[in-house]
């Protein structure tokens, strides 16, 4: 989008940035679009899921998180649909 605002275009990312929230020993954040929400304005999304540690496992208390990474499966998709 970006590239595209640059040369006189008018896109605009519907994506949001939600701040971390701790509550219950759980920690939650969101940057940019869900898949349901890509898909909703026409891109073609695919993610990956992996659960690493939270921190460094030689320090006490480390735990699997889950960390889910979304990206538009055809590059020439980036920007929303006309």
Same mark, same amino acid.
């Given at each position: 989008?970006?590239?595209?605002?640059?040369?006189?275009?008018? *896109?605009?990312?519907?994506?949001?940035?939600?701040?971390? %929230?701790?509550?219950? %020993?759980? #920690? $939650? *954040?969101?940057? +940019?679009?869900?898949?349901?929400?890509?898909? $909703? #304005? +026409?891109?073609? @999304? #695919?993610?990956?899921?992996?659960?690493?540690?939270?921190?460094?496992?030689?320090?006490?208390?480390?735990?699997?998180?889950?960390? %889910?990474? @979304?990206?538009? $499966? %055809? @590059?020439?998709?980036?920007?929303? @649909?006309?």
């Amino acid at each position: 989008m970006t590239g595209e605002n640059a040369i006189g275009g008018h *896109a605009r990312f519907a994506g949001s940035l939600a701040p971390g %929230r701790q509550g219950l %020993r759980l #920690v $939650a *954040a969101r940057t +940019g679009l869900r898949e349901h929400e890509a898909k $909703a #304005v +026409g891109h073609t @999304p #695919v993610t990956t899921q992996s659960a690493p540690d939270d921190h460094k496992a030689y320090y006490p208390g480390a735990k699997a998180i889950t960390i %889910r990474s @979304p990206a538009t $499966a %055809r @590059p020439d998709n980036c920007s929303a @649909p006309s």
